[in-house]
């Protein structure tokens, strides 16, 4: 992956004479005064870590796996937010790790953490390194150093229980790996994401990953069954059974707790057969109302798409579903619908979806938007690379509500933006829905000022605020990293963060795993 962008570097491409001149003239965008940083001239603070520190860790990993060098540590520092790549294009590394750790396997994985607890070394798990909520980078305070516990060495399916429909594998399987691996034995996970040309499994868990197909599929966390995660404190083992009345269930403890609570090293995930056939369709709304109608129709009455996208009237016209041909969109509001299983729209969903968008009020485009949005459906973060080299700042951020409540959350996430802003592109879809309610995503564009980061951190707190104001959640499936922690307190109350924090006390006594992240700061005013 680049190492100051998303991705392939092969993949990376020059904006459109004409889409510039579209950001010039609509928002005012102009190109940067300076240069991006090369990798070479990023400043990276000095190695924390005394020599004999570096080499209790090679003890246990092997000298072969514990790093040092720039460009380990480069690549090892935050993640993929528009802030992140800020940072790392104006040559900033101060949240460099003193070193970077690959463990081989669980008992490596349990006795590290062993020893940066006893040695009180701040210890960052890092999967695809794709958070864009600043889910990887620790707080350094009160520790002798910070290291990157990379889990790409565990990167094995481990077994495949085809009775059961379960498959078992390491953390660092990156996901399409995943679907090869799985594709041998004729089964699929289903779980798509926008990260997923580079996001692991262990990430997807730990974070709670929601899929483009999760109308069909679920979310990451439907799909865990089981789990193995080491901490300071020992091991955890859960998951014996489907479901079951044993108290409650601690694998949801684990599931989105980003690094915080320990190391998941294995994985059980339910899977599915690989369907026959998958297709997609377009359909036009004359509103994104109307579209959110229709859409609430199939998740209440179905029969439900696997795939289901509702792109509000901004979205559409700048035609941002569909990246690789962004600026060609059309009028009203487009949505997605995609099928799996044989050649109908029934297919698995046992229905005709298509009646009941029909019903609503939906205009049928056929397959050409539908394999479109295919094609591009990774596209986006490479989208917001060109745009961040032409001088804009580009971001997403997300949040969910019950269907009563998604128009005041839309409004109120639309009109923080453009009070915070000025005249920001905002755009929204829908794409993650329930009986109960929905998620909304946004992308926003707008002109960077003179201190880009500061500028959409004003933006950032203004959102977060409105967004608990509004009664939504602070994310749906980006989680909460750094940069949602005061507002997930909030959402919390004094009663859960207390919860939160007496876990981590327990299996984290020492306070080494992820600090900074997730956790509510209580003493430190976080609430």
Same mark, same amino acid.
């Given at each position: 992956?680049?190492?100051?962008?998303?991705?392939?570097?092969?993949?990376?491409?020059?904006?459109?004479?004409?889409?510039? !001149?579209?950001?010039? +003239? =609509? #928002?005012?965008? &102009? /190109?940067?005064?300076?240069?991006? $940083?090369?990798?070479?001239? *990023?400043?990276?603070?000095?190695?924390?870590?005394?020599?004999?520190?570096?080499?209790?860790?090679?003890?246990?990993?092997?000298?072969?796996?514990?790093?040092?060098?720039?460009?380990?540590?480069?690549?090892?520092?935050?993640? !993929?937010?528009?802030? +992140? =790549? #800020?940072?790392? &294009? /104006?040559?900033?590394?101060?949240? $460099?790790?003193?070193?970077? *750790?690959?463990?081989?396997?669980?008992?490596?994985?349990?006795?590290?953490?062993?020893?940066?607890?006893?040695?009180?070394?701040?210890?960052?798990?890092?999967?695809?390194?794709?958070?864009?909520?600043?889910?990887?980078?620790?707080?350094?305070?009160?520790?002798?150093?910070?290291?990157?516990?990379?889990?790409?060495?565990?990167?094995?399916?481990?077994? *495949?229980?085809?009775?059961?429909?379960?498959?078992?594998?390491?953390?660092?399987?990156?996901?399409?790996?995943?679907?090869?691996?799985?594709?041998?034995?004729?089964?699929?996970?289903?779980?798509?994401?926008?990260?997923?040309?580079?996001?692991?499994?262990?990430?997807?868990?730990?974070?709670?990953?929601?899929?483009?197909?999760?109308?069909?599929?679920?979310?990451?966390?439907?799909?865990?069954?089981?789990?193995?995660?080491?901490?300071?404190?020992?091991?955890?083992?859960?998951?014996?059974?489907?479901?079951?009345?044993?108290?409650?269930?601690?694998?949801?403890?684990?599931?989105?707790?980003?690094?915080?609570?320990?190391?998941?090293?294995?994985?059980?995930?339910?899977?599915?057969?690989?369907?026959?056939?998958?297709?997609?369709?377009?359909?036009?709304?004359?509103?994104?109302?109307?579209?959110?109608?229709?859409?609430?129709?199939?998740?209440?009455?179905?029969?439900?798409?696997?795939?289901?996208?509702?792109?509000?009237?901004?979205?559409?016209?700048?035609?941002?579903?569909?990246?690789?041909?962004?600026?060609?969109?059309?009028?009203?509001?487009?949505?997605?619908?995609?099928?799996?299983?044989?050649?109908?729209?029934?297919?698995?969903?046992?229905?005709?979806?298509?009646?009941?968008?029909?019903?609503?009020?939906?205009?049928?485009?056929?397959?050409?938007?539908?394999?479109?949005?295919?094609?591009?459906?990774?596209?986006?973060?490479?989208?917001?690379?060109?745009?961040?080299?032409?001088?804009?700042?580009?971001?997403?951020?997300?949040?969910?509500?019950?269907?009563?409540?998604?128009?005041?959350?839309?409004?109120?996430?639309?009109?923080?933006?453009?009070?915070?802003?000025?005249?920001?592109?905002?755009?929204?879809?829908?794409?993650?829905?329930?009986?109960?309610?929905?998620?909304?995503?946004?992308?926003?564009?707008?002109?960077?000022?003179?201190?880009?980061?500061?500028?959409?951190?004003?933006?950032?707190?203004?959102?977060?605020?409105?967004?608990?104001?509004?009664?939504?959640?602070?994310?749906?499936?980006?989680?909460?990293?750094?940069?949602?922690?005061?507002?997930?307190?909030?959402?919390?109350?004094?009663?859960?963060?207390?919860?939160?924090?007496?876990?981590?006390?327990?299996?984290?006594?020492?306070?080494?795993?992820?600090?900074?992240?997730?956790?509510?700061?209580?003493?430190?005013?976080?609430?």
């Amino acid at each position: 992956m680049s190492w100051s962008g998303w991705g392939d570097l092969a993949k990376a491409r020059e904006l459109p004479e004409e889409i510039r !001149k579209l950001l010039h +003239d =609509l #928002l005012g965008v &102009r /190109a940067p005064a300076a240069p991006p $940083a090369s990798l070479e001239s *990023v400043r990276l603070p000095p190695v924390a870590l005394p020599a004999p520190l570096l080499a209790a860790l090679a003890g246990v990993a092997g000298p072969a796996h514990v790093l040092t060098s720039h460009e380990a540590r480069v690549r090892h520092t935050r993640g !993929k937010s528009t802030p +992140d =790549l #800020l940072r790392m &294009r /104006a040559g900033d590394g101060s949240d $460099a790790p003193d070193a970077v *750790v690959l463990p081989g396997s669980h008992e490596e994985v349990e006795a590290l953490l062993r020893l940066c607890s006893d040695e009180r070394i701040a210890v960052v798990p890092f999967g695809g390194g794709t958070s864009v909520v600043g889910g990887l980078a620790a707080a350094r305070a009160g520790f002798a150093g910070v290291i990157a516990l990379d889990l790409g060495r565990l990167d094995r399916l481990r077994s *495949v229980d085809a009775e059961s429909m379960v498959a078992e594998f390491e953390p660092g399987v990156r996901a399409p790996e995943a679907e090869r691996l799985l594709a041998g034995h004729g089964l699929t996970l289903g779980h798509f994401p926008q990260s997923y040309e580079y996001a692991t499994l262990g990430g997807f868990a730990a974070a709670r990953s929601s899929g483009q197909a999760s109308a069909g599929y679920g979310r990451f966390d439907d799909m865990v069954v089981g789990l193995t995660l080491a901490t300071p404190s020992g091991t955890l083992e859960l998951g014996r059974a489907p479901k079951s009345a044993a108290g409650p269930d601690l694998r949801q403890l684990v599931l989105g707790s980003e690094g915080a609570f320990g190391v998941i090293t294995s994985l059980r995930l339910r899977v599915r057969r690989v369907p026959a056939e998958r297709r997609y369709e377009g359909w036009r709304f004359g509103s994104f109302a109307a579209g959110s109608a229709a859409v609430r129709a199939l998740a209440q009455e179905g029969p439900l798409p696997v795939v289901l996208r509702l792109s509000d009237e901004t979205e559409t016209m700048i035609g941002l579903a569909r990246p690789d041909t962004i600026g060609s969109g059309g009028s009203g509001c487009l949505l997605i619908a995609g099928y799996e299983g044989t050649g109908s729209p029934e297919g698995r969903e046992g229905g005709s979806a298509a009646d009941v968008l029909a019903r609503m009020g939906g205009e049928p485009l056929g397959a050409a938007p539908g394999e479109a949005w295919e094609h591009g459906r990774f596209s986006a973060p490479y989208l917001r690379d060109s745009l961040l080299a032409a001088g804009a700042t580009v971001e997403t951020l997300e949040t969910a509500g019950f269907w009563a409540n998604l128009p005041r959350l839309y409004d109120a996430v639309r009109l923080a933006l453009l009070g915070a802003l000025g005249a920001p592109l905002v755009m929204c879809h829908i794409s993650h829905v329930y009986e109960t309610g929905a998620s909304l995503y946004f992308t926003v564009v707008t002109p960077q000022d003179a201190d880009p980061l500061a500028q959409w951190e004003r933006a950032k707190s203004a959102v977060n605020a409105a967004i608990v104001a509004a009664g939504g959640t602070i994310t749906h499936h980006h989680g909460v990293g750094r940069d949602h922690r005061e507002a997930y307190a909030a959402e919390l109350g004094p009663v859960g963060a207390g919860i939160l924090e007496a876990v981590k006390a327990r299996l984290d006594p020492a306070g080494i795993l992820n600090p900074g992240v997730l956790i509510p700061q209580q003493s430190a005013g976080g609430i």
